[in-house]
Each structure stands twice: as C-alpha cells, then as structure tokens.
C-alpha cells in the first residue's frame, strides 16, 4: 500500500573558516545590503522535485533529500520539496492522507514548499472532446459557481471543492500553489510560433487539451480560494515552456466564449496569479556554447523572456505589482545522452552556477529534477533517466548513492542558505570580464561569503583566471571551499578555474 501511495504522488563536511582583515580597519568596510531580498519569501528556496522508488516512502526520500541527523543521513542540502496533490489520489485516499509527511518535511528543515495542482478523478474529468477524438485532461463544472449562495465552496464545481479542501488542508505547509503542470507542454513546436497572437489549439495541448480560458478559469478559482485560507500562499501558473502561452495567458479573461471581458469576468489572466513557475532544460539552448555558463545563463535568458511578456501587459511593479518567479523543473544531464551536453563535471558546474545567477536575476528558488537517475547512468538513453541527486535507487531504504551533482548542491545550500544575493558588494568586487560570481550576506552572522568562478567557453570546463579583491575590502587571508565544501587557505591572490568556490574572508 505505501507504493502505490508514492508512486501516485510522484511529481515529475568539512572545514571552518577564519578571518583576517587588515589591521587597520576597525569596522566592516562593507554594509550589510539596502535591496530587498529576492523572492518572497526572502531567502532562496534549494529544492527538488519528488518521486516515485520502489519500497521507500515519501518521508524516507525526502530524509535522502533534505538530511535527517538522528539517522546520520546528511542529505542533499534540499530545503524544499514539489510534490504533486493529485484529485485522483486524495479521492481515492482522503485529502489528510498526506498530513504526517508534511509535518515530517518540516521537521528535517524543510519549508516554503511549492505543491502542483492536477489530475482530476475520472468521475470529475470533462467528457468534452475540444480535438477530434481527445478528451480534455481538465476538470468538468468548471464554470459552474465558485461559490454557494451559503459562501462555502460549491461542490457540484469540483475543481473549486478539491482545491479548497487541498488548501484547507496543507495550506501551513505550502508556499506556491502551482496551477496544472506544463499546461502548454506540446508535440508541435511550430504552433508555440504563433500563440501571441492566436490562442493555443487544445490540439497543441498535450498535458490540458482544452482551451486557454479553461487554464485561466483555473487560475481564477485558485486564485479567490488561496487568497481566502492562505494569507501567504502564492499562486502560480504551472511549470511553462513558453513565452507565447503566458502572453495568451494575460490577453485572456476566463470567458468561455471568447476571453473577452464582461460583468461576469472583469478580469485578465494576470490578475489571478502571483508567481511564475517555469521549467528550462538548458541542453536544448546552447547551440555551439556547450559549458556550464551558457546552460546557467539559458536559466535566466528564460526568466527574461518571460518577464519581457510581463512587461508588454505592464506586470512591472509601477501599473501592476510584478510577479516572482520559481523554477519548478532544471536541470542538466550526468551523462552526454543524444547528442546533449552532460557530464558529472559540467553538471555540478552547472548546478552551483544556476543557484548564484538565478538569485542574482530574482528568481526565488530552483527545484532540480530529480531526486535519483531514473536508469543506471551507462544505461540511459535518454538525458532526462541520466539527472538526478542520486544514481540510480534500485533497492529499498537508505541505499543511494549521491552524484557530484547532489554534492555539489548540497555544498551551495549549506554555504548559501541563510544568505541573500548583495547587488552592491557584488558591484565592489569590480570582477573582470572573465570572472562571474556574487556575494551573499547572512544578516545574522553579519559576514559575506563570496562565490567566484573562471568563466567556461566554447565546449570545456576547463578555465583560469587570476583575481586579487579590491584593496577597498581590506582582505589579507580567507578560507577557500570547492564544490565538495573541502577547505583551504588563500592568501592573496586567488586561482580561479571554471569550478565555483567559496570565500569567506
């Protein structure tokens, strides 16, 4: 019983540090920062998706992901976790079947969760066939009441009454409330081309197969539910790809007519959602710059593309508040599989370069997929069986073993969590072209750590570079950490590949 419970539920050191500053300053020579934290929840959120593994539940994976110390398991340096709430399962299972994993979520660390809304019971799922012989994968009585004439949820909606009862429910332990997952995931490329200006055929759809007033309904429904029981939660459109869908998204009204608007649905798709979600592979993004950088930078080239549609609509904090952004799907292979870039050192690369750039670009938190390889790594045939924060699980609890990657992500939480991305000491670093990096402040601590890497090119990892900080930090000696949170002295200047590191003067 506890596997098929699992499987329904399946989403898609060492060293210390010393100090010392040169003698004759008597104070910090850098502020602690003036700018608002990124996202909103103030601190960077280092998730991953869940999964399904034969003969281990869902409290035992996330002990492998976020650590459990009263079992000497040290974890992956996950402090946030995206699992799925299908209507499928809590009507099969009753909506509290999942209560006693949330509450043991937190109790490892873990917060902030973001939790993808989906999957309609066959007794609740529309019979309408928008595509010649597709039945739509959404909910039917979507237009029926939000609300009774009483103000409790109508159920005869049964979208409505199932989000209600999942916010009611896991509301204390959900941060985003992510709407469907990949809406606009689709077989045909070409017709994303035209969805700014024409709105998705339910053809194209392959994960919605209904029309795009239907998705915004959806949004609008969440949207009035988790703003009545989640004074925090957010709501967020689920897991795109596309550009082009969200700006179909922000010019449509939940009419289903025509997404027009009128008294019955004054407004725009924009109005009913709080945060982006998007999923970016980068292996698909890189044409002849093949390295660790470019993948991290097609992290942001896509949080930009979808903010210059925000933009168009005035979702730009002067005409409407802007919207914060999640990754809720990233990553890049172990293994080069088809033709893709991958590779354990470009991976783990790639993984501690895309949580500095993303907190440097706003984003709030990266969710990597997956928990463990899908297929052991000399089998896989496809890039997506060769990711994850462990190889290949093929036996029953606590037998995993941790990639580089899982490594490495687990080094960038453990450094970074408790510290917010600083624009201005960033700016006083004054870092040449060919160095990339950040610095990031605990306010508690009252210390930076500064994060700095050789920028890669072309198809290799392999970089250096030379740096010596600004005179103006009165930095004399440091202790250095790699990707494997090992430690060393440095003194002077610093040598710098294309494998991040970790300062703290």
Not at 444 to 462: F, I, P, Q
């Amino acid at each position: 019983m506890m596997f098929i419970i699992i499987s329904l539920l399946g989403a898609c050191k060492k060293g210390k540090s010393g100090v010392d500053r040169a003698s004759e300053v008597d104070t910090d020579p850098i502020p602690p920062p003036t700018a608002s934290p990124s996202g909103e929840s103030g601190l960077f959120l280092y998730g991953s998706n869940m999964g399904a593994y034969s003969g281990w539940s869902d409290e035992q994976l996330a002990e492998i992901l976020m650590g459990n110390p009263a079992r000497n398991i040290v974890g992956a340096g996950v402090n946030s976790l995206r699992p799925a709430m299908y209507d499928h399962f809590v009507q099969q299972w009753g909506y509290d079947i999942r209560l006693n994993a949330f509450k043991a979520y937190n109790q490892l660390g873990g917060r902030d969760h973001t939790l993808f809304l989906n999957g309609p019971a066959e007794e609740h799922r529309e019979q309408t066939r928008y595509c010649n012989d597709v039945r739509s994968q959404t909910f039917a009585n979507l237009y029926e009441p939000i609300w009774a004439s009483d103000g409790k949820v109508n159920p005869e909606n049964y979208y409505a009454n199932y989000v209600y009862n999942v916010v009611k429910t896991y509301g204390p332990y959900i941060k985003y409330w992510e709407v469907w997952n990949e809406p606009d995931y689709t077989n045909n490329w070409s017709a994303t081309q035209t969805w700014d200006r024409s709105d998705p055929n339910p053809c194209d759809l392959t994960n919605f197969a209904a029309p795009i007033q239907s998705y915004v309904r959806m949004l609008r429904i969440t949207f009035e539910i988790v703003k009545l029981l989640d004074d925090d939660g957010l709501v967020c459109v689920g897991g795109l790809g596309y550009p082009n869908f969200l700006d179909a998204i922000l010019r449509n009204t939940d009419n289903p007519k025509d997404g027009s608007v009128d008294t019955n649905y004054p407004k725009k798709g924009g109005e009913w959602f709080d945060c982006l979600s998007y999923h970016v592979y980068p292996m698909y993004y890189l044409d002849n710059e093949r390295h660790s950088d470019a993948a991290a930078k097609a992290v942001v080239d896509h949080k930009n593309a979808f903010q210059d549609v925000l933009d168009r609509y005035a979702y730009n904090g002067t005409t409407y508040p802007e919207k914060a952004f999640i990754v809720t799907e990233v990553n890049i292979p172990r293994r080069a599989v088809a033709g893709y870039l991958g590779g354990d050192e470009v991976q783990r690369n790639f993984l501690i370069k895309a949580a500095v750039v993303a907190q440097k670009a706003g984003i709030s938190g990266l969710y990597i997929y997956g928990p463990a390889e899908s297929r052991p790594l000399a089998e896989a045939t496809d890039p997506y069986q060769a990711m994850g924060l462990y190889k290949n699980i093929n036996s029953g609890p606590y037998n995993a073993a941790i990639t580089p990657g899982g490594i490495a992500w687990r080094t960038v939480s453990r450094l970074l969590k408790t510290r917010r991305y600083d624009p201005a000491a960033t700016t006083l670093l004054k870092l040449p072209p060919n160095i990339d990096g950040g610095a990031f402040y605990d306010a508690e601590a009252k210390d930076y750590v500064y994060v700095l890497w050789a920028k890669t090119s072309g198809a290799s990892e392999t970089a250096t570079a030379q740096y010596n900080f600004p005179s103006s930090l009165a930095i004399k000696t440091a202790t250095q950490f790699d990707w494997e949170n090992k430690s060393s002295s440095v003194t002077g200047t610093v040598s710098l590949t294309g494998s991040p590191v970790f300062i703290k003067p």
